[in-house]
């Protein structure tokens, strides 16, 4: 017999706030935290847009940076998922999403033994994926299958990334990828750490949400697709939306369209071909990089986590006070490799 998944909670760290309910809040009533860092200058002379957790000048050390960033959205987690208090001894799993370029990388190591240190070390397994925006929804379907597998009660998945580095910004800015005056489709570089508590069903608060479906698709990766690149976002969404009621529109999109144009084409590739009976809010995702900017393999979970929160109010409207229960869609592409797409809904509250 298998265990039911559900993701009980979420622990954020990012531009908007430096824990779940700071940021979500700043979210839902349209703040953004984009600024002209005056200490750096880009290629085109001017200052570079950045969205930022630590100042850049405060925080030099991108070994610590990242850390901070962990250590914040852990603890943050470990703090909303009051469900696990009192649920007598259970076994726990982390696994550690970092950007691709880490892969193999002498700062891995050290990260692994400092996240095998005091307070981790009743996490039973640690694994660590290396890979970009869709990385986190990937490890969240396969720590959903860790406990239906009952290889842990509790899997920890921490997407966690940050651009705000000297070295990391001249490479995006040498390969045409940072926004600036001569490069209108290029991102803004930012940072974040989002940690996603996914566990037993009998583990669910009143915010948790459960998992109707994950859906994966694969591009081509030989450079020369046949046909328009995105169907393998088709094939994501079409998974996806397998245990979705058909009477049941998507209420809410996130996805993650950072300001490069081939995302854009992706997407618009992904719902042309599955999407259209899913109604009207694939039209018009939320984007997150538009409040904090692009941060790499933090995606997915940022996603989850904003998801997890209340939804933005339209212009001129007050923000809704509490997350709706209706479906929710997270998108995260890929430019050669594995699209995913995450369906989500939140738990019903429990009745008086």
């Given amino acids: 017999m298998t265990e039911d998944a559900i993701i009980i909670a979420a622990g954020l760290c990012c531009p908007l706030g430096k ?7 700043a979210y839902s009533k349209g703040e953004k935290s984009l600024v002209r860092e005056r200490s750096l200058i880009g290629h085109d002379g001017d200052p570079i847009t950045l969205s930022y957790v630590f100042v850049p000048t405060e925080e030099r050390d991108y070994e610590q940076r990242l850390l901070n960033l962990f250590k914040s959205a852990f603890t943050d987690c470990l703090l909303r998922a009051t469900s696990l208090r009192n649920a007598g001894p259970l076994r726990f799993g982390l696994i550690v ?22 307070p981790y070390e009743q996490i039973i397994y640690k694994r660590f994926c290396f890979g970009a925006q869709a ?29 705000i580095d ?34 037993k069903s009998s583990l669910r608060l009143e915010t948790s949400a459960e998992i ?26 079409r998974n996806a939306a397998t245990g979705l009621e058909q009477s049941v529109p998507v209420m809410r999109a996130l996805a993650d369209l950072n300001g490069e144009r081939w995302r854009a084409e992706h997407y618009g590739a992904g719902i042309a071909s599955f999407g259209n009976g899913l109604g009207e809010a694939l039209l018009d995702p939320e984007c ?6 692009d941060v790499g393999a933090a995606a997915g979970g940022v996603m989850v986590a904003l998801a997890l929160g209340a939804m ?13 229960k209706y479906p929710t869609l997270l998108v995260a592409t890929s430019h050669r490799g594995r699209s995913c797409a995450l369906m989500l809904a939140h738990a019903r509250r429990k009745e008086a």
């Avoid at 990391?168 to 040498?174: C, E, I, K, S």
């Fill in 212 to 237: 109707l479906g994950f859906g994966v698709g694969e591009e081509a990766t030989d450079g020369k697709p046949i046909g328009i690149r995105g169907r393998g976002l088709g094939d994501a969404l």
């Fill in 97 to 118: 999403v970092l950007p691709r370029w880490l892969n193999g990388h002498q700062l891995t190591t050290r990260l692994s033994a400092a996240f095998s240190a005091e």
């Fill in 288 to 293: 997150y990089a538009l409040a904090m900017g």
């Fill in 166 to 199: 000297t070295h990391l910004l001249d490479r995006l800015a040498t390969e045409g990828k940072a926004f600036g005056s001569g490069q209108p489709h290029g991102l803004v570089p930012g940072e974040a750490c989002a940690v996603i508590a996914v566990g």
């Fill in 312 to 324: 933005p109010s339209p212009r001129g409207h007050p923000a809704h006070s509490e997350p709706i």
């Fill in 135 to 163: 990385a986190a929804l990937r490890m969240i379907d396969l720590a959903r299958q860790d406990i239906a597998d009952r290889e842990a009660d509790v899997v920890f998945v921490a997407a966690l990334d940050s651009y």
């Fill in 19 to 25: 824990n779940f309910e700071a940021a979500t809040e």
